[in-house]
């Protein structure tokens, strides 16, 4: 509370906690807390800036509600000690004397008051119901903590990896992505000068950053130790557009990011500092040796900063682009001119200079671009490109790159409508239990009415109870949120890097949701039971309650909602076991790969072989091992195609030319992959280059080329010259799990040379648990090769199938859900309608009906329900299965066993519901439910 | 209810009028909370205690004139009245007693080992 206090300047409380305060703070009060309030607010902005003061009013304004809330309550508990007024039954609306109450000596009471006491009292009568019948209460609250909470988990996903920001990034609504968009969608893809011209010539950018979005794993030595690290190569600027400072040390400088390595720098993650320094605090400055190459460690990312996307693990080690050539040798050639190089690789974020909108900045962009094809006008026409059939789109969703976040956006689009069936089959369930519970309570309510509550009264406290089942379920909701979105991300077809933490706007979305679903499946019962006739109600012990119409249409719709999830779940189950049990044309079980990249270690042709066979030396002696081998090519990632032809065949085309993938494989490349051999041999040490060249074609090569002869001892036409074939393998599935069998020929490794390896090691056991042993022969051929990727074959075609495994999960997890809870519901209805019939099926039986005629009437309307719901259930998911199509494996969207059995399984369901009120009715004693009117 | 006793919350914002004399509004009660006994506390909870006080006959209070810095509002000053006054030397005296007590035991216990 200075005195330099200038009231021109003071900047204003949040208006919308004012209006908080003014609300619930007593109006005898009001002037002195509104003051207090005022004047604590400049201090904390004198103290501790603005935004600390923002933070601080609205949690003092939020405490100081639930205060004065507590006070109420308290006074009003002494006010009905001291012999105040009962709640129950009051019609006033006012209750107890808040007058006596002494924190509200002397003030006038307000209208907000005496709501706030028709509130509590019904929260109290409304818990007190609750527990006077826990069996219901636990099934309704069961029932919507798996309804909202499905709703919570979706949404904690959506908030997590798109609503909320990156944290430690400063300003993040001010950055924006460039895209791409041209005939094959968006892309993110931009060369090296194309950056640099868009960073320095533009009009509305405060800066603009570019990174190559991939991680490039490194061997990082410093003393004696060696780590496998990844690595990410960012502009110079990176940071600084970022906003982001440092924890240690600084940025890199513009002047480090002009002339290809010369200025050796790195800045580290706080977790690599941690991993691998050990958090020392004097780590600026020292060396790291990273592929060989030293480089001087400036600066420590702030420990949780996590980059920008929420589905990008962040590096370890950032390196200026142009010290990229550390990391990927020869790499520099990326640095150059753009109209010899239509090289892509950066993705490129700018941030939006001070007052320059979206719009403008993408006029800008456009302008500059139409200046960029009329440049290279020349270079663009000699490659097909047409002139304006491409354009820089910026969008704010710098997040990700646009392929991802659709991806991404389209599943949770689509489990989104599913968690949403899920909650209106909850909510359709609900009202149901409810409607079949109002029978009970209608002389409660009659009562109530009688002694002069009215409708809109007795409409509250009936809401205010399904509002208290529902927040109740929606805290459960809440809390399964907490783990289940972290347990659905694992399923997802991405990695990561965000923790999916539900923070205040999940816990908004729920209470949201929770008040929703309270209007949607309690107001009607509420709204039934107002209605009623008192007098018919205190006449009569029992009636037959609500419109039988309205539960049957609620049955009805609950069927028809789980037939369509059910038939979803049985269509991506189906989709999923088609894609398991695809042949692949080799044995991807105990395989261990580990990929590494030569050209980043120095190593050429000759030393580059010498390290595969002495690795492959090395690990087929390992114990536990069957065989090692090695190719170019991991199955699924990655391919390679060209043009070969093949002399003196029958092949139509004129020009004897075609297509077809390649792989470059090491000796035992068949054997270790478990790919059979058709004719001929595989390829050996002795195949090398002073061997004459050789090469095994797959049967798709051998019957397209030479259909109906011996494919062995063919030649094949190739840039390095004629290749004699010396064998004939399976076919198999090389890129795709989905993929007709594909022409595929194989070279080998030593004849046609690639820097790039990836080891495949057979083991006879749990391939992972060698996985040490193996990253320890590397270790020991040489410590600073860097390993990508050790995994096993099986996780990579795991992988693969994520998008369908994920589907079969979440939508089978949701599916039966969804079947459990039309089968509670339908049971729900059976029992109270077999109640609600005592007397009918007792006269029944008193004229001489059978058990089994009266449990098989009870069956036959269960029946009827059902096969209504079923009907317009399947009718429905015939409809809907189109949106799914692209999302099936090897199945018709109308799958023909799906479509048969989800009905069937239904119909049982229904059965099993109805059975326990079947037989309740066939054991009605006719004199007991007689005597009961 | 604790009855006429003092809770431990009620005792240090009493003493926090008194420390503030003339000057004790529901800020400066916060602030003498938040730096003397280092607790952040919420001015919902001070008005509630003081509300507490004031019912116990513990303290007393008086609007004040408006001023700019309050955006023209008026302010309650608290004060300690002669009972709120006996009240804090009764707790004062109970826990001297007590922490002498407290001392020689753990002397004692020192002594005995």
């Known amino acids: 509370m200075s005195s330099s206090f200038d009231q021109t300047v003071v900047p204003s409380p949040p208006a919308a906690a004012d209006v908080l305060l003014r609300r619930t703070c007593p109006a005898a009060k009001l002037t002195e807390v509104e003051g207090d309030f005022i004047e604590a607010f400049s201090a904390w902005v004198q103290r501790h800036g603005y935004s ?11 405490l100081f509600s639930l205060w004065t809330v507590v006070g109420h309550f308290r006074a009003w508990r002494e006010a009905r000690r001291a012999g ?144 496998q690290a990844d690595a990410w190569v960012v502009s110079g600027n990176y940071f600084d557009v970022l906003g982001v400072s440092m924890s240690l040390g600084r940025a890199f400088s513009p002047e480090e990011s002009v002339t290809p390595n010369t200025h050796p720098v790195v800045v580290i993650s706080d977790g690599f500092w941690r991993r691998f320094f050990g958090g020392d605090p004097d780590v600026i400055g020292s060396t790291l040796r990273i592929n060989g190459n030293q480089l001087t460690v400036i600066g420590v990312t702030p420990g949780g900063f996590r980059d920008i996307s929420p589905v990008e693990t962040p590096p370890d080690i950032y390196l200026p682009i142009m010290m990229q050539g550390t990391i990927m040798p020869g790499s520099e050639s990326w640095l150059k001119r753009r109209d010899d190089n239509i090289l892509i690789w ?183 039971l107002s209605r009623a006739d008192i007098v018919a109600f205190l006449h009569r012990g029992s009636s037959r309650g609500p419109r039988a119409s309205l539960r049957n249409i609620l049955v009805v719709g609950q069927i028809a909602l789980s037939i369509v999830l059910v038939t979803g779940a049985g269509l991506f189950v189906r989709s999923l076991s088609s894609a398991r049990s695809v042949d692949l044309g080799f044995d991807p079980g105990n395989k261990l790969a580990i990929s590494v990249q030569l050209g980043n270690h120095g190593y050429d042709e000759v030393t580059g072989n010498q390290f595969v066979a002495a690795m492959l030396d090395r690990l087929g002696g390992l114990p536990g091992v069957a065989v090692a081998t090695a190719s170019w090519h991991t199955p699924f990632r990655g391919m390679w195609g060209s043009s070969i032809t093949a002399p003196g065949t029958q092949y139509a085309d004129e020009d004897h030319e075609f297509d077809s993938g390649f ?96 080891f495949f090691v057979s083991t006879r056991g749990e391939p992972l648990g060698l996985a040490h042993a193996v990253e320890e022969q590397f270790r020991a051929q040489d410590p600073n090769v860097a390993l990508f990727n050790v995994r096993t074959i099986e996780d990579v075609i795991d992988s693969e199938l994520a998008p369908y495994r994920v589907m079969a999960i979440l939508v089978g997890l ?38 089994r005629q009266v449990a098989g009437s009870v069956v036959a309307r269960s029946l009827v329900i059902s096969g209504v719901g079923i009907f317009v259930g399947v009718a429905a998911s015939l409809a809907l299965a189109q949106l799914v199509q692209g999302m099936l494996f090897g199945i018709s969207e109308r799958d023909p066993l799906t479509f048969v059995s989800v009905p069937l399984v239904l119909l049982a369901a229904a059965i099993l519901a109805t059975f326990l009120p079947a037989r309740r009715a066939s054991r009605v004693d006719p004199i007991v439910a007689l005597r009961e009117e | 209810m604790k009855g006429e006793h003092l809770g431990e919350f009620e005792e240090l914002v009493l003493l926090s009028v008194r420390i503030m004399a003339d000057d004790a509004s529901g800020t400066a009660i916060q602030e003498v909370l938040e730096t003397d006994a280092g607790r952040p506390v919420s001015l919902g909870a001070i008005y509630a205690a003081l509300d507490r006080l004031a019912r116990k006959g513990l303290v007393d209070s008086e609007l004040g004139d408006p001023t700019p810095k309050r955006g023209g509002r008026r302010k309650r000053y608290y004060q300690v009245t002669p009972a709120g006054v006996t009240q804090l030397e009764n707790s004062r005296r109970v826990r001297n007693a007590m922490w002498r007590r407290a001392s020689e035991a753990s002397s004692e216990e020192r002594a005995s080992r």
């Open chain 1, 84 to 227: 105040g007024g009962t709640e129950l039954l009051s019609t006033s609306g006012h209750g107890p004397d808040l007058a006596k109450a002494p924190i509200q000596r002397g003030a006038p009471r307000s209208r907000w008051e005496g709501m706030l006491n028709d509130l509590l009292q019904d929260i109290r009568y409304g818990m007190r119901t609750l527990i006077r019948d826990p069996g219901f209460t636990l099934v309704a609250v069961l029932i919507l903590t798996l309804g909202i909470g499905a709703n919570s988990t979706l949404f904690t996903m959506v908030n997590s990896t798109f609503l909320q920001d990156p944290p430690l990034i400063e300003a993040p609504e001010r950055l924006v992505g460039f895209t791409t968009i041209d005939d094959s969608g968006p892309n993110d893809g931009f060369g090296y000068p194309d950056y640099e011209w868009f960073r320095d010539e533009n009009e509305s950018f405060a800066g603009v950053l570019a990174y190559m979005p991939s991680s490039t794993a490194v061997a990082v030595g410093g003393g004696n130790e060696v780590a």
């Open chain 1, 814 to 851: 949701f599916g039966g859900l969804a079947l459990f809870l039309a089968s509670v519901g339908l049971y729900g209805v059976q029992s109270y309608l077999v109640a609600g019939r005592t007397r009918e099926i007792g006269i029944r039986m008193a004229l001489g009906a059978e058990e």
């Open chain 1, 346 to 528: 950066l993705r490129m974020i700018g941030r939006l200079a001070p007052g320059v909108s979206l719009e403008s900045a993408q006029a800008n962009v456009d302008v500059m671009f139409t200046q960029w094809e009329s440049e290279f006008a020349g270079w663009l026409e000699s490659i097909d490109y047409v002139v304006g059939s491409t354009r820089i789109a910026l969008t704010t969703g710098y997040k990700f790159n646009p392929r991802t976040g659709s991806q991404l956006a389209s599943l949770l689009t689509l489990l989104f409508m599913v968690v949403g069936v899920v909650l209106l089959i909850a909510i359709a369930n609900l009202s149901i239990l409810l409607l079949a519970r109002a029978s009970a309570r209608q002389r409660e309510v009659g009562i109530r009415a009688a002694l002069g509550a009215g409708r809109g009264r007795v409409v509250r406290q009936l809401f205010t109870e399904s509002c208290l089942l529902a927040l109740i379920g929606g805290t459960g909701g809440l809390v399964l949120a907490f783990w289940s979105a972290r347990l659905a991300s694992t399923l997802m077809p991405m990695s990561f890097a965000v923790d999916f933490q539900p923070d205040m706007k999940v816990a908004a979305f729920t209470v949201g949701v929770s008040v929703l679903t309270a209007l949607l499946f309690g107001l009607a019962p509420a709204w039934q």
């Open chain 1, 663 to 758: 792989n470059r494989v090491a000796p035992d490349y068949f054997q270790a992959m478990g790919i059979s051999l058709v004719a001929g041999r595989e390829f050996t040490r002795g195949d090398d280059t002073s061997a004459p060249l050789v090469a095994v074609v797959n049967e798709a090569v051998a019957e397209h080329l030479w259909p109906g002869e011996e494919a062995v001892g063919k030649i094949i036409q190739r840039n390095s010259g004629d290749t004699t074939v010396i064998g004939v393998a399976a076919n198999a599935n090389y890129y795709d799990v989905a993929e007709e069998p594909a022409r595929q020929i194989y070279l080998p490794q030593l004849q046609l040379y690639s820097s790039r390896v990836t």
């Open chain 1, 52 to 62: 600390y003061a923002r933070r601080r009013y609205w949690r003092e304004v939020a």
